[in-house]
């Protein structure tokens, strides 16, 4: 299964169902997706960081493009092995006080966070009696923040987080489950993902994807 296509800006559903026709279902994930919310989560890295005295031995850009679109744990398991990491700092308070932060962030970027086509998109796969999931490696609190603060709850049929999941991206378990959810198989949904880690998990579920890269 390769890539559909790059998109970036965001297209129309009659583009995205012209390029797979046997579509039955739409499955997003949700940060640098849905929502331009990386950078929100950025910040709140950056905050705790301050907070700890945390020193990436690498650059920010090289920051970025190693944690981007990883689960909260496997963040963890990567900058636990920082020389400035405090290793007093566990798992569980790491992954509450990020998630403090970032929720604590929202409103104050709610206004850029939802392009109004991806709206569109929403408004007019509902239309075609598409159902739609979100299938997102964010926690559960943080998820489900995000979408009644931007108001997107209703879209979806279901929402797969990352504590809804033994397995996370880019293991292939997230796509399967919600493809399984929906009773379909596998060539009937298309997956939107921006990150690399989420391509390689709705592939390995063979699943067609588009890559979003509109934010």
């Not at 299964?1 to 583009?15: A, D, G, Y």
């Not at 905050?47 to 689960?71: D, F, M, R, S, W």
């Not at 979806?156 to 996370?168: G, Q, S």
Request: hydrophobic share 45%; charged share 25%.
């Amino acid at each position: 299964m390769k890539i559909l296509k790059k998109f970036t800006s965001i297209p129309s559903l009659e583009t995205l169902l012209a390029l797979n026709p046997s579509t039955r279902a739409l499955l997003f994930d949700m940060d640098g997706t849905i929502f331009h919310s990386e950078p929100i989560h950025a910040l709140a890295m950056l905050e705790l960081g301050k907070h700890y005295k945390i020193i990436p031995p690498i650059t920010p850009e090289e920051v970025h493009k190693l944690l981007v679109g990883k689960a909260d744990h496997l963040v963890f398991d990567l900058i636990k092995e920082w020389p400035s990491f405090p290793k007093h700092l566990t798992l569980e308070k790491f992954v509450s006080e990020k998630n403090d932060i970032l929720v604590s962030l929202i409103p104050a970027h709610r206004e850029k966070m939802l392009h109004p086509s991806i709206e569109l998109i929403f408004k007019e796969a509902r239309a075609l009696n598409i159902p739609m999931a979100i299938v997102t490696s964010s926690e559960k609190v943080v998820t489900y923040r995000l979408v009644e603060e931007l108001q997107v709850r209703d879209h979806f049929d279901f929402i797969l987080t990352r504590n809804d999941c033994p397995l996370h991206k880019p293991h292939p378990w997230p796509y399967l489950k919600a493809v399984e959810k929906f009773g379909l198989k596998s060539h009937e949904v298309i997956v939107f993902e921006d990150s690399q880690v989420g391509m390689e998990a709705a592939l390995a579920a063979k699943c067609p994807t588009v890559q979003a890269a509109w934010y």
